[in-house]
T-cell receptor, first 113, second 112 residues
Framework: NAGVTQTPKFQVLKTGQSMTLQCAQD?????MYWYRQDPGMGLRLIYYSASEGTTDKGEVPNGYNVSRLNKREFSLRLESAAPSQTSVYFC????????????FGPGTRLLVL | GNSVTQMEGPVTLSEEAFLTINCTYT??????LFWYVQYPGEGLQLLLK?????DKGSNKGFEATYRKETTSFHLEKGSVQVSDSAVYFC???????????FGKGTTLSVSS
């Protein structure tokens, strides 16, 4: 059981380049999330998907787009990367209930030069 | 709005010392409360949780009690080990299908 997987693990981009961060879960969870983690800021929600076919903005959505490709996969796209998007990105998932555990992927470290 | 406030770190302790990391929250109703731990270079993993008032979550020697009267969920461990060195996040969840709201994290460093 792989849980939540993310690719790539590490990426360096130049300002203005685009890239897509991939996330997949094999737990049949309905809800999936993208967070970014910055020093002293905790985790901040970028986008989430409460079910297949739906996506909603979180706290810091500017500069990002997402796609819920199917129930398993939830990708995050940076169309034109900026140095302010240097961060560690985490994908997470859980079933419907807010009382249940969210499971996190190992993270993607992104450096934008 | 909903929010979580944790004590600022870093917290530096010697092995076998007692640990408390304070966490208070602001939310209406009855949120679920969580402690997550992040070991160096890894993602977050659930340490413990409590879903209603007066519940005590426990795992790996860590405990936290959901106190609605003080809106708190403080993390405690009686005797820390070097392997407990990590970043600890307090979080709350209000309802189904919504993201967790995290505190800013507290770094714990335990020396032998």
């Amino acid at each position: 059981n792989a849980g939540v997987t993310q690719t790539p693990k590490f990426q360096v981009l130049k300002t203005g380049q685009s890239m897509t961060l991939q996330c997949a879960q094999d737990m049949n969870h309905n809800s999936m999330y993208w967070y970014r983690q910055d020093p002293g800021m905790g985790l901040r929600l970028i986008y989430y998907s409460a079910s297949e076919g739906t996506t909603d903005k979180g706290e810091v959505p500017n500069g990002y787009n997402v796609s819920r490709l199917n129930k398993r996969e939830f990708s995050l796209r940076l169309e034109s990367a900026a140095p302010s998007q240097t961060s560690v990105y985490f994908c997470a998932s859980h079933r419907d209930s807010g009382r249940e555990t969210q499971y996190f992927g190992p993270g993607t470290r992104l450096l934008v030069l | 709005g909903n929010s979580v406030t944790q004590m600022e770190g870093p917290v530096t302790l010697s092995e076998e010392a007692f640990l408390t990391i304070n966490c208070t929250y602001t939310a209406t109703g009855y949120p679920s409360l969580f402690w997550y731990v992040q070991y160096p270079g890894e993602g977050l993993q659930l340490l413990l949780k409590a879903t209603k008032a007066d519940d005590k979550g426990s795992n790996k020697g860590f405990e936290a009690t959901y106190r609605k009267e003080t809106t708190s969920f403080h993390l405690e461990k009686g005797s820390v080990q070097v392997s407990d060195s990590a970043v600890y996040f307090c979080a709350l969840s209000k309802k189904a299908g919504t993201a967790l709201i995290f505190g800013k994290g507290t770094t714990l460093s335990v020396s032998s």
